[in-house]
């Protein structure tokens, strides 16, 4: 699909249900024209990851994701060899008497003994164009492989010394997110289009949810947002995200919740809050005082 501005891209994501405002839009618009990697930051639950799914589906591209964690490295980011399947190839070729030590060691590092890990598909030719590569969480790694991965990132390339280097026919859309459980190199985010994913608005989180959660009627919307944007103005351990608006209002659904009350809240805070202190804190007096602080400003002036 021809992206030609920056509604365009509101439109397509409004598509798969991802309600994007005009900021991120323009910068999302800004790194598919210029081929520029995307790196968005912000609190968990803010939709980053889902604004990666949501480009690869309306744009028809495979999705390969790249999700980081501590320790991980350019081998485990890359590729590796099937150890396994070289084994029993090893073992046939001496029960057979086959090749010599030479030959038998030039066959075993081929593509067919590669298991290709998300950097290294991502530089592969993929059915409908290049591929949406999203490096999730970079945070989570270590300086090392940040410093692998602006290399790899300004080339397109990957180096697999048996096989040699590996450059993408078309560069990938790279996306990376980031919780910012610590500060990524400035060098990292230099090569990259930036912008801060923050908790939405009123209007903006109801309409997600409206996208999200079709189903729920309009008055329960309402109070599950304004219960929401009023808990993360209290002092918490882990703020709920957008993410866990969604799933607060479908387990309520699922209750068959018309309307918010202290006891439903009591019963479900688990959805929204994942830290025992946190739902320690909001249980009982508090849930209801913040109950009503949400239906107050929901009331007509």
């Given at each position: 699909?021809?992206?030609?501005?920056?509604?365009?891209?509101?439109?397509?994501?409004a598509?798969?249900?991802y309600?994007?405002?005009?900021?991120?839009a323009?910068?999302?618009f800004?790194s598919l024209?210029?081929g520029?990697p995307?790196?968005?930051?912000g609190?968990a639950g803010?939709?980053?990851?889902?604004?990666?799914k949501?480009i690869?589906?309306?744009?028809?591209?495979?999705?390969?994701?790249l999700?980081c964690?501590?320790?991980?490295?350019?081998a485990?980011?890359?590729?590796?060899?099937?150890?396994?399947?070289q084994?029993?190839?090893?073992?046939?070729?001496?029960?057979t008497?086959?090749a010599?030590?030479?030959?038998l060691k030039?066959?075993?590092?081929?593509?067919d003994?590669?298991?290709?890990?998300?950097?290294?598909?991502a530089?592969?030719p993929q059915?409908?164009?290049?591929?949406v590569l999203?490096?999730?969480?970079i945070?989570?790694?270590?300086?090392?492989f940040?410093?692998f991965?602006?290399?790899a990132?300004?080339?397109?390339?990957?180096?697999?010394p048996?096989l040699?280097?590996?450059?993408?026919?078309?560069?990938?859309?790279?996306?990376?997110?980031?919780?910012?459980t610590r500060?990524?190199h400035?060098?990292?985010?230099?090569?990259c289009?930036?912008?801060?994913?923050?908790?939405?608005t009123?209007d903006?989180?109801?309409?997600?949810l409206?996208?999200?959660?079709?189903?729920?009627?309009?008055?329960?919307?309402?109070e599950?947002?304004a219960?929401?944007?009023?808990?993360r103005?209290?002092?918490?351990?882990k703020?709920?995200?957008?993410a866990?608006?969604?799933?607060?209002?479908?387990c309520?659904?699922a209750?068959d919740?018309?309307?918010?009350?202290?006891?439903?809240?009591?019963d479900?805070?688990?959805?929204?809050?994942?830290y025992?202190?946190?739902?320690?804190?909001?249980?009982?007096?508090e849930?209801?005082r913040?109950?009503?602080?949400?239906?107050a400003?929901?009331?007509?002036?």
């Amino acid at each position: 699909m021809q992206i030609d501005s920056i509604d365009d891209v509101q439109t397509i994501l409004a598509g798969q249900d991802y309600v994007c405002g005009r900021a991120l839009a323009t910068v999302v618009f800004l790194s598919l024209k210029l081929g520029r990697p995307l790196f968005l930051e912000g609190e968990a639950g803010t939709g980053k990851t889902e604004i990666a799914k949501a480009i690869a589906a309306s744009l028809g591209r495979k999705l390969i994701r790249l999700q980081c964690y501590e320790g991980l490295d350019a081998a485990s980011a890359v590729y590796e060899w099937n150890f396994a399947e070289q084994m029993i190839a090893i073992r046939t070729a001496e029960a057979t008497g086959g090749a010599d030590r030479s030959e038998l060691k030039s066959e075993l590092f081929t593509e067919d003994y590669l298991i290709e890990r998300p950097l290294l598909q991502a530089m592969r030719p993929q059915e409908g164009g290049a591929p949406v590569l999203l490096i999730d969480e970079i945070d989570r790694t270590d300086e090392p492989f940040e410093a692998f991965l602006l290399e790899a990132l300004s080339d397109f390339q990957v180096t697999v010394p048996e096989l040699g280097t590996i450059k993408a026919p078309e560069p990938p859309i790279v996306i990376l997110t980031s919780n910012r459980t610590r500060e990524v190199h400035d060098a990292l985010k230099r090569r990259c289009l930036y912008h801060w994913v923050d908790y939405p608005t009123f209007d903006r989180e109801l309409e997600i949810l409206n996208a999200r959660a079709p189903e729920a009627q309009d008055t329960l919307s309402r109070e599950v947002v304004a219960f929401v944007q009023k808990l993360r103005t209290e002092d918490l351990f882990k703020k709920p995200g957008v993410a866990e608006t969604i799933d607060w209002a479908k387990c309520l659904l699922a209750l068959d919740v018309i309307d918010l009350s202290p006891e439903v809240i009591a019963d479900t805070l688990g959805a929204i809050l994942k830290y025992q202190d946190d739902i320690a804190r909001i249980e009982g007096s508090e849930a209801q005082r913040i109950l009503k602080d949400a239906r107050a400003e929901l009331a007509p002036a």
